[in-house]
């Protein structure tokens, strides 16, 4: 008897060891393609440091200052440390409740009766979970109190008030542009802050009055349906709910043994702390494709942007056979999660982190802003050289496993990239090149013409206005972005885009918007796949 369970268990196995690679081998001719011989699409075309390069695009921001002084008042406390609350920066992660059921769950009561022994342990876990669930909630940053004001900048005086507040570490920002601040202000500081803005006769709107009480209702766990609905359908991404990493990537791998004949999954690096940055390939093969890049989660706490990346996979993949030509003629890369520390991070210790989490040398701060760490122009403006702001570049470009990573695989990968698109947010931005000063590239009226055609088809669908431009001159200089780095290596349609909302909750996006954010995108990608496939 025993013999036989065993055989059967040895069986499932090897398996499992040796069919996941076959389910995920492609067919000749649509497997990835490797660099080797083959010639790159994009030899550098635009040099560097060619003055007529740089045109003055917006000498007419209305800044106080000037750009470059005033990117240094904006950013370098866009959420710098939070200080006065516990966790913020600690540097091991807490245990987290899965973690801590397991450890306990280890050890159950040895009970014989099988109907008992399921009962008892349903109970048990139950209790385990209610308490890992509270446990879990004390580890986490608490943010009671905290809020998000919004605030107009075109009075003179605003800037140089929030600069000082913002180095007397009472306020962070958390979005702008060049007539308004989104201002986080902290828990301890709101009295203050209030007095400081009412001295100064400085207007403002109180948009979130209680960050934690938003905190605790953005993500409420699905319902009975929805769970039996996730076994049925082999995956657990619902677009109802923000997932943990654990569902994305197991959407991903669904996927590839799902439709082996045109996706497979490729893990092109591991991050920080050792987890997968999956990428998904969708083809169908066809040597004469353009290919398209998409990213999401550089930053941490932007969760609607690996949500919406999914919800382009889950649409790409279950319906390719029904999908338009310019769908179909693209090789599609994705990357849902490019910072999966950050992202995990976000969901068991502070939903507000923005960087990956390696330790800062000296370990005095965790984390680089991995849109401040690619290899162009590096180190520039907006990027702060101190482990602890939130914009940390790190200590040399790619020195992040993550963006490294990355990087490599877009320059390893003969794959014809005509379009890197990464999905942040908020704001509602559609941005292009440069990001690091303001200026831009040769091509930016094409750009630009590209840009608007998407909005204009976000806009029809789901009725979102999103303001198009160039990154530096619509929101602030900010170097080191991975845009700017794929812009740098060739490749045309290059753009970052901020997702929804506009404010009125920020990162903070409850899950009904998911779909609706997803969807309205989801228009716009179908313009740029029109351009990919002209060009
Ligand atoms: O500051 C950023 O990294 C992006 N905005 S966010 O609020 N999501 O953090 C904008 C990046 C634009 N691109 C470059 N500056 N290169
Ligand atoms: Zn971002």
Request: glycine share 8%.
């Amino acid at each position: 008897m025993e013999l036989r369970y065993g055989l059967v268990a040895f069986l499932a196995v090897t398996t499992a060891v040796f069919a996941t690679p076959l389910l995920n081998e492609l067919p000749p001719g649509k497997e990835w393609p490797e660099r080797l011989s083959v010639k790159q699409p994009y030899e550098p075309e635009i040099p560097t440091e060619s003055p007529e390069y740089y045109s003055t695009f917006s000498s007419d921001l209305s800044f106080d200052e000037k750009p470059s002084e005033n990117i240094n008042e904006i950013l370098p406390a866009l959420n710098e440390k939070v200080e006065n609350i516990e966790v913020a920066d600690r540097i091991t992660p807490p245990v987290t409740n899965v973690e801590k059921s397991e450890t306990i769950n280890g050890n159950l009561p040895n009970v014989n009766d099988k109907a008992d022994q399921k009962r008892e342990t349903n109970e048990f876990q139950k209790d385990l979970l209610g308490a890992a669930k509270d446990a879990e909630k004390e580890n986490k940053v608490n943010y009671s109190g905290a809020q998000v004001w919004k605030v107009s900048t075109e009075k003179s005086g605003v800037r140089t008030l929030l600069g000082r507040l913002r180095r007397r570490n009472l306020i962070a920002t958390w979005s702008g542009n060049h007539s308004y601040v989104d201002v986080f202000v902290k828990p301890h500081a709101v009295e203050n802050v209030t007095r400081a803005f009412k001295r100064e006769n400085i207007e403002y709107d109180i948009v979130i009055d209680d960050l934690q009480k938003r905190i605790d209702e953005e993500n409420p766990p699905l319902d009975q349906n929805e769970i039996e609905l996730q076994d049925r359908r082999g995956h657990r991404m619902t677009w109802k709910q923000y997932h943990r990493l654990e569902d994305i990537h197991g959407f991903l791998d669904y996927l590839a043994k799902t439709y082996p004949a045109i996706i497979s999954v490729r893990s092109i690096g591991k991050s920080f702390e050792g987890r997968d940055l999956k990428v998904l390939r969708i083809s169908n093969g066809q040597p004469s494709n353009k290919a398209v890049f998409i990213d999401g989660g550089i930053h941490a706490r932007e969760w609607i942007s690996p949500a919406t990346v999914t919800y382009f996979i889950n649409q790409f993949a279950e319906n390719f056979d029904d999908e338009e030509d310019d769908i179909r003629n693209i090789d599609w890369y994705f990357l849902p999660v490019v910072n999966p520390d950050g992202y995990e991070y976000t969901h068991t210790a502070d939903r507000l982190w923005r960087k990956n989490r390696k330790p800062a040398v000296g370990r005095q701060c965790a984390g680089t802003d991995l849109n401040r760490n690619f290899g162009y122009r590096w180190g520039g403006k907006g990027a702060s050289a101190n482990p602890c702001s939130d914009i940390f570049r790190g200590n040399r470009m790619f020195s992040e496993p993550e963006s490294k990573a990355l990087a490599d695989f877009i320059k390893n990968t003969a794959a014809n990239f005509t379009a890197y698109l990464t999905y942040h947010s908020y704001g509602q931005y559609i941005l292009y090149p440069w990001g690091y000063d303001n200026v831009v590239p040769p091509d930016h009226q094409s750009l630009d013409e590209v840009g608007k055609s998407m909005a204009d088809a976000i806009k029809e669908t789901g009725g979102s206005k999103y303001t198009v431009g160039s990154s530096s001159g619509v929101l602030y200089p900010a170097a080191g972005g991975s845009d700017d780095w794929a812009k740098g290596q060739g490749i045309k349609y290059t753009f970052t885009i901020e997702l929804g909302d506009t404010g009125q909750y920020g990162f903070i996006l409850p899950t009904s918007h998911i779909v609706p954010v997803a969807k309205e995108s989801l228009a716009g990608l179908r313009v740029l796949a029109r351009y990919v496939n002209k060009y």
